[in-house]
């Protein structure tokens, strides 16, 4: 390690609070020390021979054969998306529970495609990566497993394409960014919402100049789980709470933080010349989550470690300004916020959506020309459908129409799934790299470590390792 910093003591000390706690061997103990009043990570040296693997590129590919790991509720569609996807062909689906992989063989029977071979059990996944007709391992299983199986994958010689939150700690996150620089292959973080209408065409009229400078940007995953707590998987009858509330029961910080950072990282074009730089983390104290292991498990809980509502503020290196927030307990309508503050204009997703622009400071860029647009208020939705169309993302264009016939989420599943494997057909890099994973994950371990440090500023790792500046631009390949 280039700065192996030798904080034995507090490392171990982590290493046995999170084995204590850790309820699948995952643990929050990656090396890092204070500088001033700062907590800096370690950042391990990148191998000798090894290579960024910025603008990845792998050999094109007629078809794209393709692997399911993970068939509980999410899982299946995935399945039934790949079967409206040209260029594809379905070869094995693996879950734990044999019954699950097998209903899936109906999906593929519906529509005359060829039955798949089918995994099961803890391991099952490790036979299928070692399989010499598949491309590419589509994992959507519980977060535990998201790691293991991608890291087998890829050692076996596989692209992947991994569940949000793709990995959970920042020792997945350094060893998912040095397996891919090293063995050349894609690993992709499946977050959907980087596909939506409103993200796609306001990154669209981000990227034309509309907003001007963005400047701040927030994103946010608040969702009650109320309905679904007992809906995840179980591992056995002894496991009373599932894997995701087992993970805020033992875990703090944002846990789920890809949905909201995800299209906002895209906006400030994030390793593409910008950075984050310093992180600090807050939460409420866990009000419900007691209650909820107490309901579920009939046990009294006196540690459940995620608060109700973890917030994130990010610094950039060009002095943007990202927040992010995390709720799971509390009953309030779902929101994503996805909001953009721009010099000239404003964008606003949840819970209200719309567009305030000021037409004096944007002028010629506002193509549909609405004199009385000052930036006070949201604009009409009449003159909002008109800068709509005006500014559609070309990725809607090509796909929405389908999108919304095959479904997913209004159709951003499909959108994302078609899009990863147009890339792989045709040997581009894909929509989100590996960076992008290890950025967007790494605000779990990040915040723990500023939660838990009295709320101390982090300095987010560059895992691009020296290269966030090389690319000018996010964009999506064509
Ligand atoms: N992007 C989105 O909008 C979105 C929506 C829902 C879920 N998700 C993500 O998808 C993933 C799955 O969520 P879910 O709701 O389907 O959960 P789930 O609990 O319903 O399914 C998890 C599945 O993983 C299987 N599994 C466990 N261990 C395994 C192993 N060793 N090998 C193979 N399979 C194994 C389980 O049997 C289960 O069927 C999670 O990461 C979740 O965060 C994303």
Known sequence: MKKCFCFLLIVMAMTLAGAQNAPYNQAYNWPWKWEGNAIVTSIPDRPSGQRHALGLRAPKMETVRVAFVGLGMRGPDAVERFTHIPGTEIVALCDYEKERAENCQK????VGRNAAAIYYGEQGYEDLCKRDDVDLVYIATDWHHHFLVAKCALENGKHVAIEVPSAMTLTECWTLVDLVEKTRLHCMILENCCYDQFELNTLNMAQQGLFGEVVRVQ????HTLD???MAYWKNGQSDKLGWRLRYNKEFRGDLYPTHGLGPVAQLLNIHRGDRMETLVAMDTRSFRGKDLVKQYSGEDCVDFQNGDHTTTLIRTALGKVIEIQHNVMTPQP?????????????????PISGYAI???AVGEKLKVHYDDLSGHSFMSEEQRAALETEYESPILKEYYEKAKQVGGHGGMDYIMDARLVYCLRNGLPLDMDVYD?????????????SLSNGFAPVAVPDFTRGHWQDVKGYTHAY
Do not use: P
């Not at 779902?334 to 949840?350: D, I, P, V």
């Not at 994973?437 to 470590?449: H, I, K, R, S, V």
């Open 437 to 449: 994973l290890a950025e967007w994950c790494c605000l779990a371990e990040l915040g723990y470590l």
């Open 334 to 350: 779902y929101n994503r916020l996805y909001q953009l503050t721009g010099t000239k204009g404003f964008a606003n997703k949840y």
């Open 219 to 222: 994103g946010a995953y608040i």
């Open 107 to 110: 999906i593929l029977a519906r």
């Open 358 to 360: 000021d037409t004096k």
């Open 227 to 229: 309905e679904y707590w």
